[in-house]
Structures are given as C-alpha cells and as structure tokens.
C-alpha cells in the first residue's frame, strides 16, 4: 500500500509536469507541443511504473541495435540506456517512498569475481577503450540479474515473459520474411539461391539462432508449466497460447537462420527443459523411454535417409567441430572454409594464451592483438574466437578462464536447484531458464553469444528465476 507521503509526491510530481507543459505552450509550436507534452507524461507514468522500462529493455534488446547512440568512441545501445533508466527510475521511486532496501542476490559474490578477475587483464590491454567495453557487458549482465531479483514479482515476471515472447515472434517472422523473400547479403543465399538464412535484426545468422535460443527453452517451460498446472487464472492461460504461437513460429525461423552451432545447443536446451518440467511427475520415467525412442528413431530415419538432407548434410561434419588440430598446412576450400577458419582463429586464441597464461591479452583485447597471433592467410580477426571459452582464456587467461567457469558453475547450481524446489508454472519457467543456460554453452563453443544486448537478456533471465524463488520463500535463490 503505498504511503501519503509518496502520494502526496506523485501529486508533486504531476503538478510540476502540468506547469512545465502550461509554459511550454507559450513558446512552441503545435506540433513540438504535442511532442513534448507526450514526453512529459512518459516521464510521470515511468515514475510511477519503472517496469515498463524494463519491457522496453527486453524490445530493445533484439531492436536496440538499429538505433545506435554514439558517445564518444564507444558504441551505446537503446539497451545500456534502458537498463541505466530502469535502476534510476526504481531507486528514484524508493527515495520518494523513504524506503530503499537493496538486497544482494546470491549470485552477486560469483559475478563480482569473475569482473575482478577480468579487470585485472586491462593492466595488459592494448587498448583499453575496448576493455571497459568488454567488462561493461558483464556488469550490465549482472545490473540486469539484480533489478528483476530486487524488484519484480509474480505478475510482473508474468507480463516479462509475454513481452519477451512477442519480440522473438517479430523476430521470427522476420527471419521468415527474409528466407523467402531472399532479403540479405548475396553471401547467405541457400539451395541455389532459392530461399536466404534468416538473420533477422542481428546482421548474422549465428547471433540472430542464439537470440531464438535464449527464448525458446523459456516459451516451451512456460506453456508446458501452466498447461501441467491445469488450474490458472485467464491471463495466464493467454501467456501459455502465447509461448505456443511463438514457440512454432521461432523453430522455424532457427531452421531459417540454418546455424549448426544454434540447432545442437536448442535440440540439447528443449530436452532438458521437457525433462525437467516433468521429472518430478508420473510421467517422467515415461518420458526418459519416449525420449530414447524418439533418439533411436531420429538416428534410424538418419540411415534410411527419411530426414531431409538439406538437415542430415548440415550434420555432416560437425564431429569436426569439436576436434582441435593444427590448420596451418591445411588448404581450405568450400568444403572446408568454415571449419579451418574456426580452427586457425582457435590457435590463435591458444596462441594468446600461450603468449600471457595468467591474464592473457586482456579483456576485450582478442580483435586488437589477433594481427601477432594470426596464422598465415587468416588475417581477418572476426572480432572474437568463435569459441567464448578459448576466447576468455586468450583474452583474460588461466584466472580469468577459472573464475569464469566458476560463475557458470554456480549459476547451473541456483538455477537447478530452483528447479528443483519449485512447482507448478514457476517450475516450467524455471526449467526454461535452465535449458537457456544449455544452449547458451553449447552454443558459445561455436560462437560468443554476449554480443547485440544478449547479455541483458540473459540477466534478465537469472534475475526471473531469482524472483519467481523469492515468492515462494523470503530467501532470493
């Protein structure tokens, strides 16, 4: 219940906003009028609802990239300013209120660890300019993570979820778009230039699967939470009709994007997550034997050439990926390209880490110091490893490796074990989270996901299952 004095300010605040548009008035023109006066408002109403900036951050997550902002040199999103905004709004409603009570969630003492751990590596960047850049993710990851475990309850994780899952079906239809209509680069263009990989708002069709991936396993949690749970409210029942509609729509569009990397860590994702909304039922033992079945069958359909070969050739050599051999004889073809410029940016990941074992090259650093550690032919850096663990050890080396797998550690942990406390839609969603964490892994050996404001939404997650835990127990997980 909200006290007098914080009414008596949100009268203050509102009074002070009407005066401010009165004057405006005097000297502006309709329009600029107009513009204003909607301004002024958005202000107030943030005041007093600060999570719908939060619903604004999700959008601009996978849509923040088209509208840059430009601070100097560095590259600043609609999601940094979002996330800042949202912190302030919420801190600024607690001073009003005369009560602001910030409690440190559990994951606080891992996160602080591994951005120590990283910092100590600018002491050996070359630039360090793309250090602070490298570190600020991992800060707002973890800025991003305690907003929703401080301040967000049940309804309003409710309204998150429904947000996250209508920005990944624009996503998706917009891949769709760009796979049939052959909207891209020329150098995307699939079976003969028939169709063209989706990479919606991300410029890449790597990052553009991952992002699907970071809501996929959330989508089927959730819809298969409240479906089990059989007794809900209305508005929750629309949640689950909404996970399903999104869930089709972003399968199809990550077999658009036709990214390996993104189909092995969501096949892995989606299973764990099915298991884990039912492995505290009746069915669980069911659906282990269903499971290996449907395992069998896949791999029997494989030999018998059911599955489409546009999949089973995409397979094809992906054995190869996860082998690490010396490229530097190697000459690479069309066959070929892909794996051997993995593999020579690999080596010259182990080649930096070889170079400074303890704090690698620094934090951020890979692109700047990538042109002394290149192999011949192999002079285009990508801007990381495209594998985030060798990627870290290059960049923050052996401390910065531990410490990161330290953090993961304990964030498989809180999550399982919310997991397993659970019960009910909190456990779907929960179970969802976890199947994120799976396919973020797997797919960070191919690829760096914490690119385009995907660290946000991965915070975002943590701080859900921090919230949803906080609900059922005085004791945030």
Same mark, same amino acid.
């Given at each position: =219940?909200?006290?007098?004095?914080?009414?008596?300010?949100?009268?203050?605040?509102?009074?002070v !906003?009407?005066?401010?548009?009165?004057?405006? /008035?005097?000297?502006?023109?309709?329009?600029?009028?107009?513009?204003?006066?909607?301004?002024?408002?958005?202000?107030?109403?943030?005041?007093?609802?600060?999570?719908v900036?939060?619903?604004?951050?999700?959008?601009?997550?996978? +849509?923040?990239?088209?509208?840059?902002?430009?601070?100097?040199?560095?590259?600043?999103?609609?999601?940094?300013g979002?996330?800042?905004?949202?912190?302030?709004?919420?801190?600024?409603?607690?001073?009003?209120r005369?009560?602001?009570?910030?409690?440190?969630?559990?994951?606080?003492?891992?996160?602080?660890?591994?951005?120590?751990?990283?910092?100590?590596s600018?002491?050996?960047?070359?630039? +360090?300019?793309? /250090?602070i850049?490298?570190?600020?993710?991992?800060? *707002?990851?973890?800025?991003?993570?305690?907003?929703?475990?401080?301040?967000?309850? *049940?309804?309003?994780?409710?309204?998150?979820?429904?947000?996250?899952? %209508?920005?990944g079906?624009?996503?998706?239809l917009?891949?769709?778009?760009?796979?049939? +209509?052959?909207?891209?680069p020329?150098?995307?263009?699939?079976f003969?230039?028939?169709?063209?990989?989706?990479?919606g708002?991300? *410029?890449?069709?790597?990052?553009?699967?991952?992002?699907?991936?970071?809501?996929?396993?959330?989508?089927?949690?959730?819809? !298969?939470?409240?479906v089990?749970?059989?007794?809900?409210?209305?508005?929750?029942?629309?949640?689950?009709?909404?996970?399903?509609?999104?869930?089709?729509?972003?399968?199809?569009?990550?077999?658009?994007?036709?990214?390996?990397?993104?189909?092995?860590?969501?096949?892995?994702?989606?299973?764990?997550?099915?298991?884990?909304?039912?492995?505290? /039922?009746?069915?669980?033992?069911?659906?282990?034997i269903? %499971?290996?079945?449907?395992?069998?069958?896949?791999?029997?359909?494989?030999?018998?050439?059911?599955?489409?070969?546009?999949i089973?050739?995409?397979?094809?050599?992906v054995?190869?990926?996860?082998?690490?051999?010396?490229?530097?004889?190697?000459?690479?073809?069309?066959?070929?390209?892909a794996?051997?410029?993995r593999?020579?940016h690999?080596?010259?990941?182990?080649?930096?880490?070889?170079?400074?074992?303890?704090?690698g090259?620094?934090?951020?650093?890979?692109?700047?110091?990538?042109?002394?550690?290149?192999?011949?032919?192999?002079?285009?850096?990508?801007?990381?490893?495209?594998?985030?663990?060798?990627n870290?050890?290059?960049?923050?080396g052996?401390?910065?490796?531990?410490?990161?797998?330290?953090?993961?550690?304990?964030?498989?942990?809180?999550v399982?074990?919310?997991?397993?406390?659970s019960?009910?839609?909190?456990?779907?969603?929960i179970?969802?989270?976890?199947?994120?964490?799976?396919?973020?892994?797997?797919?960070?050996?191919?690829?760096?996901?914490?690119?385009?404001?995907?660290?946000?939404?991965?915070? !975002?997650?943590?701080? =859900?299952?921090?919230?949803?835990?906080?609900?059922?127990?005085?004791?945030?997980?």
């Amino acid at each position: =219940m909200k006290s007098a004095f914080f009414e008596q300010r949100t009268r203050l605040v509102f009074a002070v !906003l009407g005066i401010i548009v009165l004057a405006a /008035s005097v000297f502006l023109s309709l329009p600029n009028l107009v513009f204003v006066s909607f301004s002024v408002l958005l202000v107030g109403a943030l005041f007093l609802f600060p999570e719908v900036t939060v619903y604004l951050l999700v959008l601009a997550v996978p +849509f923040g990239s088209l509208l840059p902002l430009n601070v100097g040199a560095a590259n600043v999103t609609a999601a940094d300013g979002l996330l800042i905004l949202a912190w302030a709004l919420y801190l600024a409603r607690g001073v009003a209120r005369r009560r602001v009570e910030l409690k440190f969630p559990p994951l606080t003492l891992p996160f602080v660890i591994f951005i120590l751990a990283a910092a100590v590596s600018i002491t050996v960047a070359r630039s +360090f300019t793309d /250090s602070i850049a490298e570190l600020a993710k991992w800060i *707002e990851m973890f800025a991003a993570y305690w907003l929703i475990a401080q301040f967000f309850d *049940e309804t309003k994780i409710e309204r998150l979820l429904a947000v996250m899952f %209508c920005a990944g079906l624009a996503e998706a239809l917009f891949g769709a778009y760009q796979y049939y +209509f052959r909207v891209g680069p020329e150098g995307f263009l699939l079976f003969g230039g028939a169709n063209l990989r989706a990479y919606g708002t991300f *410029e890449q069709p790597n990052p553009y699967a991952g992002y699907l991936g970071l809501i996929l396993p959330l989508a089927l949690g959730t819809g !298969l939470g409240i479906v089990l749970q059989r007794v809900n409210p209305w508005r929750r029942w629309l949640l689950a009709l909404l996970a399903g509609g999104s869930f089709v729509a972003m399968i199809a569009a990550l077999f658009f994007s036709y990214s390996r990397g993104a189909w092995i860590g969501v096949a892995a994702a989606l299973g764990t997550t099915l298991l884990l909304v039912l492995v505290r /039922s009746k069915r669980a033992a069911t659906l282990a034997i269903v %499971c290996g079945l449907v395992a069998l069958i896949v791999i029997g359909l494989g030999e018998i050439n059911l599955i489409p070969n546009i999949i089973t050739e995409r397979f094809a050599t992906v054995g190869d990926y996860f082998n690490f051999e010396d490229v530097r004889g190697v000459r690479a073809n069309d066959e070929n390209f892909a794996l051997v410029e993995r593999r020579a940016h690999w080596q010259a990941a182990v080649s930096m880490f070889e170079s400074s074992p303890w704090i690698g090259v620094g934090f951020g650093n890979y692109a700047v110091a990538y042109p002394n550690f290149a192999l011949p032919k192999w002079d285009d850096p990508l801007g990381h490893a495209h594998n985030y663990y060798l990627n870290v050890l290059a960049e923050a080396g052996a401390l910065g490796l531990v410490t990161y797998l330290i953090l993961w550690g304990a964030i498989f942990w809180v999550v399982g074990r919310a997991t397993i406390v659970s019960q009910h839609w909190r456990q779907g969603v929960i179970a969802g989270a976890f199947g994120v964490l799976v396919t973020l892994s797997i797919h960070n050996f191919f690829d760096n996901l914490f690119v385009h404001a995907m660290y946000i939404q991965v915070g !975002l997650t943590l701080g =859900m299952v921090a919230a949803l835990r906080a609900d059922v127990s005085e004791e945030l997980v």
